[in-house]
């Protein structure tokens, strides 16, 4: 069914019918109503960011806060009263609901015909201008300017009715209570002025975990997803909101050679590790591209690797991955580090003399059991460590 005016000509028992039906689906959309509200609400609290609206905020309808409500304008058949706000924006999407009927303060009003901002406080009159047949059919108006909202009220009736059905600039202030704090209720959903954008995509933290767990590049982790998959990333004072990023142009994220996360916009050093590309517009982030080391190959495809290139006895460093060997008919010792859960190294001899790849340099580590492996011209050994040892993959 649908929710419709009941047609004054039906026969009393089909009014009641009708109504009750309309009340008993109108219970149940509010009901999912508030569920779904519960669920946002967790949502945004789970998440962590800013919400763009503001929702259910009581305008001037408490003991508190009614004497912020002031007679701005009177004209036969209503007047509009204003009300400070705070930190409301002008959007069309915005919403007020004014309880007209004298309804419990719990209950939502009916939704009241928002005409946007005024050009100045003198265009408020014209702006919320009602017709006869509008204000028999309470269909009441509201609009903003300067930080106060005004919206449109009945000012005549039985004088026994003052204070609950209408009010005048005259009504005392004990009518002014009774009006807006026990008889009726204005509740506004708006813009927040103070609203933070946030950009949500592959990159978007959700949470960090204790400062003291770091990888085996000394960066603590953050999670963070891709689509529905949760992941670890290095990218912690990124994902905080530590780095200042320049608007309107490539911002490249990188660790330096001092080991700390900083951002540049000329492109990638000599020395680094990648963590992301942020492309920012004039107004914020438009896209983030993941150049953080991954655990397969060490470094996300497309992304400068940590390459070196050697030709006399070297140990690694924990930010390489391949290291090229050789130039001639030279003969050396690549030294692989303590193992790191996870490290991957690929060492190929790109000469014509013999390479050993030696890890048993500290503690008795091992790959494939060996202490060495031997590489021949153009041999190539991709080894990853599970914390203890190496192995070859």
Known sequence: MSIEYINSNLPPSEKIERINRQTIELAGKESEGRFDKHEIDNIYDQ???????????????????????????????????????????????????????????????????????????????????MTASEILARDWKWCYYNGSVYITIRNSGNENYEGDYYLTWQSTDTFKRNFFVYNHQIISNYEDSTYVYTYVCALNELMVTDAGEVDGYGNPYVAYTAGRVLIYATIYEFLSGELLLELGTINYVFVNSSGVVTTNTTGWPDVFVPLAIVVCDSSGIVSITNKRVTLDTGYEPGSRLGVISVIADYTALSTDVIILCGAGNETFTVYLPV?????????????????????????GATIDGGNTAILNQNDCVQVVSDGTVYWVI
């Open 339 to 363: 193992p790191v859960n996870e490290k991957v190294y690929y060492v190929k001899n790109i000469g014509t003399g013999v390479i050993t790849v030696n890890a048993n340099t500290v503690g």
């Open 47 to 129: 998440i962590c960011i800013d919400r763009k609206f503001k929702r259910r905020v009581n305008i001037g309808s408490e003991l508190a806060t009614y004497t912020n409500w002031t007679h701005f304008y009177e004209q036969t058949g209503y007047s509009i009263w204003k009300c400070a706000v705070v930190d409301f924006a002008d959007n069309l999407l915005n919403e007020l609901y004014f309880s007209d009927e004298g309804e419990p303060v719990d209950n939502v009003g009916a939704l009241c015909e928002y005409k946007g901002e005024a050009a100045t406080e003198a265009a408020v009159p014209a702006l919320l201008a």
